[in-house]
């Protein structure tokens, strides 16, 4: 875009409409504050869902909204956790209360005081049935937080309150070992109830939506661009270098690629695959390839027919060769999948499926028996619809999977959506067999497992299974982290072996960051806060 400052007309207009006697220099001296400006072109998955933090489905919109909101606790440069709007915090010794200091004179992006009233109001909102929050689970640790989620209290039983306006008060029903992890995800962050009761739905447009995080909403254009910019009003403005962020959503990674290389994106969060070995011989130093808290995976209808036994879910995960898959069309970094729980997520032993180890000709064979016990064969071929969205990756994943199935005489039919319809779908059991992907915002085995409890929110593919529940139960009251940990194997353990879901890859995040991006630091988080870089663009 052509500078305002760029002819004597275009000063000239900003002389009249600003109806000074500006003189030359005095022009120049605006001109080169405004090009002084620092501005951060960043992509994004997809357009966010909704800029509202207790409602966004988490992957799609965390990216902004890490910038734009901040909770008692949050990740630092290198993506590990720290204090946020909480400058410290005590814990009672039996591990039940948690006492939150916020920072002093704290306030929201409109100048409105930020008190910890707002952190009550913004818990008890996450719980609020109404608010059909998709992850309010990750909270179930508070006090009687789980019984108002489900509607049998009222929302003023949660354990929270105001000691006074600095003092913010938390009492868990059972010890947990990552309460202080889940307060920097998007439900710990704050939402502004001045402005959420004043505006309601309409709370997070440009214009209206306010926030405590380093930035603030500027403008939103749907499918294009998220704008944000610095917040005078965080508490650590001195330190935030970047003036402007834009988001762009960047669904076909051909483009995202393109426009990086032309530098109209400073970091591009993903690229074909197939361009893997060009990039590592011309832009070695932009690659950052890294492993993640990600899993690639396929849900399953469980409560669909024919998916309600387990032999055709079985035999569907067995005949997939994920070894040979990634090398052949996914040499990127990623690893294949037996698991829901990645490997680098700390503290565990994942428990795998009972297919993991063995050769692939003979789960091949055991798949079609298993369809043939099911009732199924060359007069009657198992036929289904398998559904992704729109990523050139997921469809040449998706080919893959039909060429593997077929020799098992499976028909499917291959169907694409738009990212947006794929989550509607998971949530309202629209399908059979999906596509789906899952980023744990925090690095803890629960941030996986708890998804797959009976009746939670998030537990898309239907699976129901008391004993998962129990072992989940049990493991989410429990302090040791030993004993923790060996409690979630056994569930996942319980899950792999249903096949409730078939997982394919573990993620490594793939970025392309450009040199003059300083302060980037890769991590299993993906937090990669904008309030930390500082971006010196080449000149030209």
């Given at each position: 875009?052509?500078?305002a400052?760029?002819s004597?007309r275009?000063a000239?207009h900003?002389?009249?409409k600003l109806?000074?006697?500006l003189t030359v ?7 080169a504050?405004?090009d002084?400006?620092?501005v951060f072109n960043?992509a994004?998955?997809a357009?966010?869902d ?6 966004s489905?988490?992957?799609t919109a965390?990216?902004?909204?890490a910038?734009?909101?901040?909770g008692l606790?949050t990740?630092?440069a290198?993506?590990e956790l720290?204090?946020g709007?909480?400058e410290s915090?005590?814990?009672?010794p039996?591990?039940?209360v948690?006492?939150?200091?916020l920072?002093p004179?704290?306030?929201?992006s409109?100048?409105?005081?930020l008190t910890?009233?707002?952190f009550?109001y913004?818990?008890?909102r996450v719980?609020?049935?109404d ?12 006090k009687?937080?789980?019984e108002?989620?489900?509607g049998?209290r009222?929302?003023d039983?949660l354990?929270?309150?105001a000691?006074d306006?600095?003092?913010?008060e938390?009492t868990?029903s ?8 889940i ?14 009761e ?10 209206n939506?306010v ?5 603030v909403l ?10 944000v910019i610095k917040?005078a009003k965080?508490?650590d403005?001195a330190n935030?270098?970047?003036d402007e962020?834009?988001?762009f959503p960047t669904e ?6 393109n426009?990086f290389?032309?530098?109209?994106l400073?970091?591009a969060l993903?690229?074909?695959p197939?361009?893997?070995?060009w ?7 932009e690659?950052h390839?890294?492993p ?9 209808n469980?409560k669909?027919?024919?998916?309600t ?5 079985k035999a569907?995960?067995a005949?997939i060769d ?15 999948a037996?698991?829901l729980?990645p490997?680098v997520?700390p503290?565990y032993?994942v428990?795998a499926?009972d297919?993991a180890?063995?050769p692939?000709a003979?789960?091949v ?7 043939a016990?099911?009732?199924y064969g060359?007069?009657k071929p198992?036929k289904?619809?398998l559904l992704f969205?729109?990523l050139e990756e997921n469809?040449k ?10 020799p098992l ?10 990212f ?8 309202t059991?629209e ?7 899952y980023?744990?915002p925090f690095?803890?085995a629960?941030g ?6 009976t009746?939670d929110a998030?537990n898309y593919?239907?699976?129901?299974n008391?004993?998962y529940?129990q072992?989940m ?6 302090s040791?982290?030993a004993k ?7 569930a996942?353990?319980?899950?792999m ?14 970025r392309l ?9 890769d991590?299993?988080r993906?937090q990669?806060q904008?309030?930390?870089?500082t971006?010196a663009r080449?000149?030209?």
């Amino acid at each position: 875009m052509r500078s305002a400052c760029s002819s004597p007309r275009a000063a000239g207009h900003i002389i009249g409409k600003l109806r000074l006697a500006l003189t030359v220099a005095a022009v120049a001296l605006f001109c080169a504050t405004a090009d002084a400006r620092m501005v951060f072109n960043r992509a994004s998955s997809a357009d966010p869902d909704t800029l509202d933090p207790h409602k966004s489905n988490g992957n799609t919109a965390s990216v902004v909204l890490a910038d734009l909101f901040l909770g008692l606790t949050t990740a630092d440069a290198a993506g590990e956790l720290v204090p946020g709007a909480a400058e410290s915090w005590t814990i009672s010794p039996d591990g039940l209360v948690y006492t939150f200091k916020l920072r002093p004179d704290l306030s929201w992006s409109d100048g409105t005081p930020l008190t910890a009233e707002d952190f009550v109001y913004s818990y008890r909102r996450v719980q609020q049935p109404d608010t059909a929050a998709r992850y309010a689970q990750w909270f179930w640790a508070v006090k009687n937080a789980q019984e108002i989620n489900q509607g049998k209290r009222p929302v003023d039983q949660l354990g929270v309150r105001a000691v006074d306006d600095r003092t913010f008060e938390v009492t868990l029903s059972a010890p947990s070992p990552i309460f202080l992890e889940i307060n920097a995800t998007i439900m710990g962050y704050p939402v502004p109830r001045h402005v959420v009761e004043k505006f309601g739905n309409e709370w997070t447009a440009p214009g209206n939506h306010v926030s405590n995080g380093a930035y603030v909403l500027s403008a939103r254009v749907p499918q294009t661009r998220v704008t944000v910019i610095k917040n005078a009003k965080f508490y650590d403005a001195a330190n935030v270098k970047i003036d402007e962020v834009n988001f762009f959503p960047t669904e076909n990674l051909g483009t995202a690629f393109n426009r990086f290389r032309a530098m109209e994106l400073d970091v591009a969060l993903n690229f074909p695959p197939e361009q893997i070995d060009w990039i590592r011989a011309n832009l070695p130093k932009e690659l950052h390839v890294a492993p993640n808290l990600g899993v690639y995976y396929f849900l399953i209808n469980n409560k669909k027919a024919p998916f309600t036994d387990r032999r055709v879910r079985k035999a569907l995960s067995a005949a997939i060769d994920r070894e040979s898959m990634i090398e052949k069309l996914f040499d990127t970094g990623v690893t294949p999948a037996y698991s829901l729980v990645p490997v680098v997520v700390p503290n565990y032993n994942v428990g795998a499926a009972d297919i993991a180890g063995r050769p692939q000709a003979e789960r091949v064979a055991e798949a079609k028996k298993l369809l043939a016990d099911a009732g199924y064969g060359p007069g009657k071929p198992l036929k289904f619809s398998l559904l992704f969205d729109t990523l050139e990756e997921n469809r040449k994943m998706a080919v893959a999977m039909a060429a593997m199935w077929k020799p098992l005489g499976v028909e499917v039919e291959l169907s694409n959506s738009e990212f947006r319809d794929i989550q509607r779908r998971a949530r309202t059991g629209e399908y059979e067999v999906m596509r789906f992907a899952y980023f744990s915002p925090f690095a803890d085995a629960s941030g996986y497992l708890n998804l797959y409890r009976t009746g939670d929110a998030s537990n898309y593919a239907g699976f129901v299974n008391t004993a998962y529940d129990q072992l989940m139960t049990e493991a989410n009251a429990t302090s040791d982290i030993a004993k923790r940990a060996e409690l979630m194997r056994q569930a996942e353990k319980i899950l792999m072996d249903d096949y409730a879901i078939i997982p394919i890859y573990h993620y490594a995040g793939r970025r392309l960051v450009h040199q003059y991006v300083k302060g980037w630091i890769d991590n299993a988080r993906n937090q990669n806060q904008s309030r930390y870089l500082t971006v010196a663009r080449p000149a030209g």
